[in-house]
């Protein structure tokens, strides 16, 4: 099956999962992604059982800090 | 009000422009931009906020100016070096614009001044690098009802989003929580080409203009990513609210703004 996943078209094993995907992409630091599936988020949790089906469209969506440091401190 | 000679002269290039003109230059000099952090992202926003005439612009940072800082915040320069950031951003905007505002907050921004910071702001730009603050601005603006500009900066990679009342997904709708201390790099510990502060910051000036002058898409409803080894900018579409939100959805949890705890090992290592 074809997935669209972070914009690109790739040929993929039917029926895996999300946690699957995560894994064969090597996404960093997969516990504190968010995916996407077709405009949907995937609830945390469910990684393991949402399996993906051809033609869908995922993204993975990133923790990023950055700008300065410490404008915040408690 | 009616423009001044050194105005017309010094917003011609803006003015020109069939998206702004005349009457969105008024609207520029008419608003109010708070940007949280005189840091790497809050550096060239707010040089190009000021350039361009926003009226009145707030500018929150605790912190002084340190050398490692120089390297992509390019508000302060060699001689502030020691100076507070809000102090030293200040006199660059107003050298480089004395035709507006700048407020200083010399302060740590926290649960318990948060919304009275942001009251009176048209637009706040999170220039922030730690997530528990991100998080924060995020609820703050949300709870006032305010529009903001999160962003995002690592290594070679960057990101933005926008955020105005309604119209689609708030940080937190995509984030949920920060993750734990350390559980994700962080510039000081990964690093950051000094440019992508640069690029990132400047685009977060650009929503700020686009939502003054009302012209063409704010990044709301999308998360835009850019990576510079690869070139490849993306406009990713964020899932519409689904309503369960704990702060912008139906029956939101989160009332009040609050705080998380910062990293332990930030404190130590500064
Ligand atoms: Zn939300």
Do not use: W
């Amino acid at each position: 099956m074809f997935l669209t996943v972070a914009g690109n078209q790739k040929e993929y094993e039917n029926g895996i999962t999300v946690a699957k995907l995560v894994e064969l992409e090597n996404v960093e630091t997969p516990q504190y992604v968010t995916v996407s599936v077709n405009d949907d988020f995937v609830e945390n949790g469910t990684l393991e059982t949402t399996v993906l089906h051809d033609g869908d469209t995922v993204e993975f969506l990133y923790f990023m800090g950055g700008g300065n440091a410490r404008s915040i401190l408690y | 009000m009616a423009f001044s000679n050194e105005q017309l002269e010094r917003y011609s290039r803006h003015i020109i422009l069939k998206e702004i003109g005349a009457k969105g230059q008024k609207k520029l000099l008419n608003g109010k931009v708070l940007i949280i952090g005189a840091g790497g992202l809050g550096a060239p926003a707010a040089m190009y906020l000021a350039a361009a005439g926003v009226g009145t612009i707030g500018i929150a940072d605790a912190d002084n100016v340190d050398l490692s800082n120089l390297q992509r915040q390019v508000i302060h320069t060699t001689s502030d070096v020691g100076k507070p950031k809000v102090e030293s951003a200040c006199e660059t905007m107003q050298a480089i614009n004395p035709d507006i505002e700048v407020k200083t907050y010399q302060t740590f921004v926290t649960s318990e001044n948060i919304l009275d910071l942001i009251d009176g702001y048209d637009f706040v730009l999170d220039g922030t690098d730690n997530f528990p603050a991100k998080f924060l601005i995020n609820d703050a603006c949300v709870i006032a009802k305010k529009s903001f500009s999160h962003a995002g900066i690592i290594r070679f990679q960057g990101q933005l989003m926008t955020y105005v009342p309604d119209s689609g997904a708030c940080y937190r709708c995509v984030f949920k929580q920060p993750p734990p201390p350390d559980a994700v790099p962080t510039c000081r510990q990964a690093g950051v080409v000094g440019a992508m502060a640069g690029v990132i910051g400047c685009l977060q000036a650009m929503e700020a203009v686009k939502f003054f002058i009302n012209a063409g898409n704010l990044l709301t409803g999308s998360l835009l990513t850019y990576n510079a080894l690869t070139m490849d900018f993306r406009k990713i579409k964020l899932p519409k609210p689904d309503g369960k939100c704990p702060v912008c959805g139906e029956h939101p949890t989160i009332l009040q703004p609050f705080d998380y705890e910062q990293a332990v090992c930030d404190l130590k290592e500064k």
